[in-house]
């Protein structure tokens, strides 16, 4: 069992902050995504104590979660941010994000995006083929500036992570192989629009284990001191994200001892540490909060068939992933076995299989360690619009994002006219 500081029981009834779920239920409805900011600050600021110098930049994945309340939290605290996409881009600027601090990872930028980023004087472009980098000179020569850039090397180290999120071995589409980069490096005559400023890895996400990150570490600064030793003047070592957080009972590294293992790697050498956390920061600040529609029994199982479903909450689907499902007001009764199911036509539709729980229809559950990789992921499947978010903050309660509307649903949708 994890402990959720910040998500707590009170008499029985769970509660976020100052705040219990059934309140939150009936004012904003179900299904609904709940955020503690206390959650999400008290966490960035232990990645800031866990560096002892002032030589880092703190770049959050985007991807794990784009709320533009979340993104404009982060920015306030300081926090870079790193982007896959223009359209996340625009969320950074419209947040209040800092374009100088933020870096734009991905295997597939498009030219409108590289346009778009330049003219934004982002931080560097980690860059992750050769026709990406020869793309990118082009642009910034036709725009008259220069790009940074990192180029994202492929150290092929084990994640030991789901298959599906990791990306540093040699097979996965990720980065330039680790033994030709140096080679790249080397062309600067070639890349006239270019600086070289940085290097950069990222091996994938929800790591339990700091050994990977140690290996990838030690193989980017052995290529780092043989780029020096060119004259090269590379500015940060950028080591990804992708340390994991606890949703069941994984033992994990804590924090301090992530951040003092990655800083071993880089030994005396000077520089600025770049690290892009997502799940790690917002995973464990929020929740999916659901109601049971009906309580149906076969022969064969126990079903809770909830209001949530892997439209909103994609992990249990994709990846087979575990989300503890907690009841918001604990019952007296019998235990039963239930598989947690939503409304989809899919018997890939589920939150989570075989939980022993005391239910009732029309009782709240909280989907638990839904922050990251929640909301984000989700999608209109079977025309179901897309879940509230709220960010509780003491007493407080602020409406994030309002639950959508059928009509937004089918607004851009046009129908023949003849
Ligand atoms: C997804 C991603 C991250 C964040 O990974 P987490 O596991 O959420 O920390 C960081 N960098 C890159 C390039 C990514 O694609």
Redesign the pocket.
């Known amino acids: 069992m994890i402990d959720f500081p910040q998500f707590e029981y009170q008499h029985d009834t769970l509660y976020a902050e100052s705040v219990s779920l059934e309140t939150i239920a009936k004012k904003f409805g179900t299904p609904c995504y709940v955020y503690s900011r206390n959650a999400l600050t008290s966490i960035y600021y232990e990645f800031e104590r866990a560096f002892s110098s002032d030589d880092y930049l703190i770049c959050y994945?985007v991807?794990?979660n784009s709320n533009l309340a979340i993104l404009n939290l982060l920015a306030r605290l300081g926090s870079g941010f790193?982007i896959?996409s223009g359209g996340e881009l625009q969320r950074v600027i419209k947040a209040g994000g800092d374009p100088h601090k933020t870096v734009f990872?991905?295997v597939g930028k498009l030219a409108d995006e590289m346009r778009m980023a330049l003219a934004a004087d982002i931080l560097c472009f980690?860059v992750e083929s050769i026709g990406e980098l020869h793309l990118l000179n082009q642009i910034a020569a036709a725009m008259n500036k220069i790009a940074p850039v990192s180029l994202?090397v492929n150290p092929d180290v084990d994640a030991k992570t789901h298959p599906y999120?990791s990306?540093g071995l040699k097979e996965n589409k990720?980065g330039i192989p680790i033994e030709e980069a140096e080679q790249i490096y080397l062309s600067t005559d070639i890349f006239s629009h270019i600086k070289f400023v940085g290097l950069d890895c990222?091996i994938?996400?929800?790591?339990t284990e700091l050994d990977p990150f140690v290996q990838a570490g030690e193989k980017l600064v052995s290529l780092l001191h043989r780029l020096r030793s060119h004259n090269l003047p590379i500015e940060h070592l950028d080591l990804?994200?992708?340390?994991?957080i606890r949703y069941t009972n994984e033992a994990l590294p804590s924090i301090h001892d992530y951040i003092e293992a990655l800083r071993k790697t880089l030994g005396p050498i000077k520089l600025k540490l770049l690290i892009?956390?997502?799940?790690?920061?917002i995973?464990n600040a929020g929740l999916l909060l659901t109601r049971t529609a009906y309580i149906k029994h076969t022969p064969d199982r126990h079903f809770a068939i909830v209001d949530a479903a892997m439209n909103d909450l994609m992990r249990p689907s994709l990846y087979k992933a575990y989300h503890q499902i907690l009841p918001v007001s604990k019952r007296e009764g019998t235990v039963c076995n239930y598989q947690i199911v939503g409304p989809v036509c899919e018997t890939g539709d589920f939150l989570g299989h075989d939980r022993k729980l005391v239910l009732e229809a029309d009782d709240l559950l909280a989907v638990m360690s839904a922050g990251?990789?929640g909301m984000s992921m989700s999608s209109n499947y079977n025309t179901r619009p897309r879940a509230a978010e709220v960010m509780v903050d003491g007493d407080t309660v602020h409406l994030i994002r309002a639950r959508e509307t059928i009509d937004q649903l089918t607004a851009s949708e046009v129908i023949l006219q003849t």
């Not at 994938?204 to 790591?207: I, Y």
């Open positions: 994945a991807k794990a790193d896959v990872s991905g980690n994202r999120i990306t990720f990222h994938g996400s929800q790591l990804g994200g992708g340390l994991g892009e956390p997502g799940r790690s920061l995973g990251a990789y």
